[in-house]
């Protein structure tokens, strides 16, 4: 078969879609050397240390690489559906889209999407009003078409059907996975070398995410604030690329004159982000919602404890309402505990096998409608 893929979230670097997009695809290429990978990336701009592409092509991808500006396609394929993405990678057997864009096919080509969340229909206040309609006209076409659909959690997929009853039968149940990397028990001379690289000092408390507000980074910075006055040598290391709406997030560091306790250090290599996990004394995810919630996996691969709110990737985690208060007793209470709890965490090879076998399902189901003549 040939797979088509669209690569092109890889250009967020850092964020949750942009590894999910890299360690699905990469998980395929080193089990699947049956099938060929066809990957289409558009993007007019490059990221700094921008290696995903190259890494794909070495493990055996066909990479189709253009500088199409995203609202072209976003008008071309979720408003007015024109230009078969097939014109641009040649004719395939199966087409994995992205949760934002949904391109036309053409004839017999059987489609299939990964929904990661709902936030931008359950929370649309978290959202700028060209991203919920870009994912309102993609769901859409992906209802239309009756593309197959993978949900990262069960929370996901209970969105969904809660508000896409007629589709329930068209999802399936596909969580995520871990890096091996995070697993490993690194040195503390290589954890060393990757704190000096970003100038973190410990000890620390960690975020990895992006900085926006349903993850709620102001109310941890008031948090922090509270638990400093107990553990006065504690900094907070906040990783990811800033999102929008950030503003109060810079003021309240400011207001609470924490400039030198909190460090913000952006975008963490893949290859450093397993030792900044495992260099931490905590892991703080303190979002209103998730659809599943990677960064508290990896932290807890890493063996660093984790306190998380509203994450499906973790049964126990927190589902109350947020205040600083609250969170600042939970992880001073994880701080003296510093236990990881026991849990079931997947890598990206087997996440990759579930999501081959639901490519060779639809290919199958089709070819067996093909053959069956009217009677």
């Given at each position: 078969?040939r797979?088509?893929?669209?690569?092109?979230?890889?250009?967020?670097?850092?964020?949750?879609?942009?590894?999910?997009?890299?360690?699905?695809?990469?998980?395929?290429?080193?089990?699947?050397?049956?099938?060929?990978?066809?990957?289409?990336?558009?993007?007019?701009?490059?990221?700094?240390?921008?290696?995903?592409?190259?890494?794909?092509?070495?493990?055996?991808?066909?990479?189709?690489?253009?500088?199409?500006?995203?609202?072209?396609?976003?008008?071309?394929?979720?408003?007015?559906?024109?230009?078969?993405?097939?014109?641009?990678?040649?004719?395939?057997?199966?087409?994995?889209?992205?949760?934002?864009?949904?391109?036309?096919?053409l004839?017999?080509?059987?489609?299939?999407?990964?929904?990661?969340?709902?936030?931008?229909?359950?929370?649309?206040?978290y959202?700028?009003?060209?991203?919920?309609?870009?994912?309102?006209?993609?769901?859409?076409?992906?209802?239309?078409?009756?593309?197959?659909?993978?949900a990262?959690?069960?929370?996901?997929?209970?969105?969904?059907?809660?508000?896409?009853?007629?589709?329930?039968?068209?999802?399936?149940?596909?969580?995520?996975?871990?890096?091996?990397?995070?697993?490993?028990?690194?040195p503390?001379?290589?954890?060393?070398?990757?704190?000096?690289?970003?100038?973190?000092?410990?000890?620390?408390?960690?975020?990895?995410?992006?900085?926006?507000?349903?993850?709620?980074?102001?109310?941890?910075?008031?948090?922090?604030?509270?638990?400093?006055?107990?553990?006065?040598?504690?900094?907070?290391?906040?990783?990811?690329?800033?999102g929008?709406?950030?503003?109060?997030?810079?003021?309240?560091?400011?207001r609470?004159?924490?400039?030198?306790?909190?460090?913000?250090?952006?975008?963490?290599?893949?290859?450093?982000?397993?030792?900044?996990?495992?260099?931490?004394?905590?892991?703080?995810?303190?979002?209103?919602?998730?659809?599943?919630?990677l960064?508290p996996?990896?932290?807890?691969?890493?063996?660093?404890?984790?306190?998380?709110?509203?994450?499906?990737?973790?049964?126990?985690?927190?589902?109350?309402?947020?205040?600083a208060?609250?969170?600042?007793?939970?992880?001073?209470?994880?701080?003296?505990?510093?236990?990881?709890?026991?849990?079931?965490?997947?890598?990206?090879?087997?996440?990759?096998?579930?999501?081959?076998?639901?490519?060779?399902?639809?290919?199958?189901?089709?070819?067996?409608?093909?053959?069956?003549?009217?009677?």
């Amino acid at each position: 078969m040939r797979i088509g893929i669209d690569v092109s979230m890889l250009v967020y670097a850092g964020s949750g879609v942009a590894s999910y997009t890299f360690n699905l695809v990469k998980g395929l290429l080193q089990i699947d050397n049956q099938n060929q990978y066809c990957l289409f990336y558009s993007s007019l701009r490059r990221p700094k240390n921008f290696y995903y592409l190259d890494e794909l092509k070495q493990l055996g991808a066909k990479v189709y690489s253009y500088r199409l500006p995203p609202t072209l396609l976003r008008l071309l394929w979720n408003r007015w559906h024109l230009l078969p993405v097939e014109w641009l990678i040649g004719k395939v057997d199966i087409w994995h889209s992205s949760d934002y864009l949904r391109p036309p096919l053409l004839s017999g080509t059987q489609a299939v999407t990964t929904l990661h969340d709902l936030t931008w229909q359950i929370f649309p206040e978290y959202h700028t009003q060209d991203v919920i309609i870009a994912h309102q006209k993609k769901m859409a076409k992906t209802l239309t078409y009756n593309d197959m659909i993978l949900a990262d959690s069960e929370q996901t997929k209970a969105d969904f059907i809660q508000h896409y009853p007629q589709a329930k039968n068209k999802i399936i149940l596909a969580p995520l996975g871990v890096d091996e990397l995070f697993f490993k028990k690194w040195p503390d001379k290589a954890i060393g070398k990757a704190l000096e690289k970003y100038a973190i000092k410990p000890p620390y408390l960690l975020y990895v995410g992006a900085i926006e507000p349903r993850k709620n980074i102001d109310i941890l910075i008031k948090a922090f604030n509270l638990v400093i006055k107990k553990q006065p040598e504690l900094s907070l290391v906040l990783a990811g690329r800033a999102g929008w709406k950030n503003e109060q997030v810079f003021a309240a560091v400011t207001r609470l004159n924490l400039k030198d306790k909190v460090k913000f250090i952006g975008f963490v290599e893949d290859r450093d982000l397993p030792l900044v996990y495992q260099g931490a004394k905590l892991f703080v995810y303190p979002s209103s919602y998730e659809g599943f919630g990677l960064p508290p996996l990896e932290s807890l691969a890493a063996g660093t404890p984790v306190v998380a709110y509203n994450c499906p990737s973790l049964p126990g985690s927190n589902k109350k309402i947020i205040n600083a208060q609250v969170l600042a007793t939970n992880i001073l209470k994880q701080l003296v505990n510093n236990k990881v709890e026991p849990i079931k965490i997947l890598n990206w090879q087997q996440v990759a096998q579930k999501t081959l076998a639901v490519y060779l399902g639809i290919k199958s189901s089709a070819i067996s409608k093909s053959s069956i003549s009217p009677s």
